[in-house]
């Protein structure tokens, strides 16, 4: 079982990024899939994530209207895409799978990861 995430990079403040996470062997469309990101110094959040039935989404409010999370289950594969990005939101971004038993909306759900992918808004 492995998630396999890419897309990370340096951006000016204002850019944007689009992450991508590719599982193999799970099917990404049976569980809740999640972005969560860490910074130096600071606990690691939930920022986004994507119910493994309805498609439904939830962000954090410092990450609403800016990102979007969405999911091709052909591809199998988890998409983050980032929007007026701000220098705060530099941190290692890792996506995960939680089971569908639990809620989406809450980062201890996500107990299968892929590696992180580095994510630095500077100008």
């Known amino acids: 079982v492995q998630l396999q995430a890419s897309g990370g990079g340096l951006v000016q403040p204002g850019g944007s990024l689009r992450l991508s996470c590719v599982g193999s062997?799970?099917?990404?469309?049976?569980?809740?899939m999640g972005w969560l990101r860490q910074a130096p110094g600071k606990e690691r959040e939930l920022v986004a994530a994507?119910?493994?039935?309805?498609?439904?989404?939830f962000y954090i409010d410092s990450v609403k209207g800016r990102f979007t999370i969405s999911r091709d289950d052909a591809k199998n594969t988890v998409y983050l895409r980032m929007d007026s990005l701000k220098p705060e939101d530099t941190a290692v971004y890792s996506c995960?799978?939680?089971?569908?038993?639990?809620?989406?909306?809450?980062?201890?759900?996500?107990?299968?990861w892929g590696q992180g992918t580095q994510v630095t808004v500077s100008s």
């Open positions: 995960a799978a939680g089971p569908n038993r639990y809620y989406y909306t809450t980062g201890g759900t996500y107990d299968v």
């Open positions: 062997g799970l099917t990404i469309g049976a569980y809740h």
């Open positions: 994507i119910h493994w039935r309805n498609g439904n989404t």
